[in-house]
């Protein structure tokens, strides 16, 4: 089976730098993927990590380590705008491109 | 960006009844498409993956005869909710791959279900 794993709720400073860990167990790997949802929204893609190490966009950064079965989401200079779901998912097929998604963290960020 | 649109966004109706849910790509070709359906503060569980000119694939636990899926052209699919009752209320969501494309799946707006 499929599970993933990511915590429920992360609260931060705006302006501070937050990690949002994810750790996963499928039956075959290709990728690890970060969506963002804010409330009543579509999800939108953030990253995508199919090798080891470090994939940076602006604010956010994203980091695999397939022996470990980890990766996390860093986002840097956090704005009240962030405050939304995150979402980790495996591709786990490789002509296939269904993803399983985690059941997302929930990112407050405060004055 | 490629886009996806859901049609409609919002719709209540009355239990024992059929709703049919429109997805869109609209600047691009996507062979596959992919339904989902999240809960309230859930995550999203896939339901079936949708490929052109082909059966819809799908997963363990959700009633083909029920959600029935088409999937007859390369820019549109379509989610029907067979016979829906209160229970399959919920935040469906569709999204698309680019032929050929990348690993992102781009993900269109969603429609709300409410069944009374």
């Known amino acids: 089976g499929q599970s993933l794993e990511q915590p429920s709720e992360v609260t931060a400073v705006e302006g501070a730098i937050v990690q949002i860990n994810c750790t996963y167990q499928?039956?075959?790997?290709?990728?690890l993927s970060w969506y963002q949802q804010h409330d009543g929204g579509a999800p939108t893609f953030l990253s995508y990590?199919?090798?080891?190490g470090l994939e940076e966009t602006g604010r956010f950064s994203s980091f695999l380590s397939r022996s470990d079965s980890y990766g996390y989401l860093l986002l840097q200079e956090l704005q009240m705008k962030d405050s939304a779901s995150y979402f980790c998912?495996?591709?786990?097929?490789?002509?296939?491109?269904?993803?399983?998604f985690g059941k997302g963290t929930k990112l407050s960020v405060i004055p | 960006g490629a886009v996806v649109s859901q049609h409609p966004s919002w719709v209540i109706c009355k239990s024992g009844t059929s709703v049919k849910i429109e997805c869109r790509s609209l600047?691009?070709?996507?062979?596959?498409m992919f339904w989902y359906r999240q809960f309230p503060k859930q995550s999203l569980m896939l339901m079936a993956t949708?490929?052109?000119?082909?059966?819809?694939?799908?997963e363990q636990g959700v009633e083909k005869d029920k959600f029935l899926i088409n999937h007859a052209s390369l820019t549109l699919s379509t989610l029907t909710v067979t016979s829906a009752h209160p229970e399959d209320s919920s935040f469906y969501i569709c999204?698309?791959?680019?032929?050929?494309?990348?690993?992102?799946?781009?993900f269109g707006p969603g429609t709300r279900l409410t069944v009374l």
């Open positions: 990590n199919a090798l080891d």
């Open positions: 499928t039956s075959g790997f290709y990728g």
């Open positions: 600047d691009f070709q996507a062979t596959t």
């Open positions: 949708s490929n052109e000119g082909s059966k819809a694939t799908y």
């Open positions: 998912a495996v591709r786990s097929g490789a002509g296939s491109y269904q993803l399983t």
């Open positions: 999204s698309a791959k680019l032929a050929g494309g990348l690993n992102e799946q781009f």
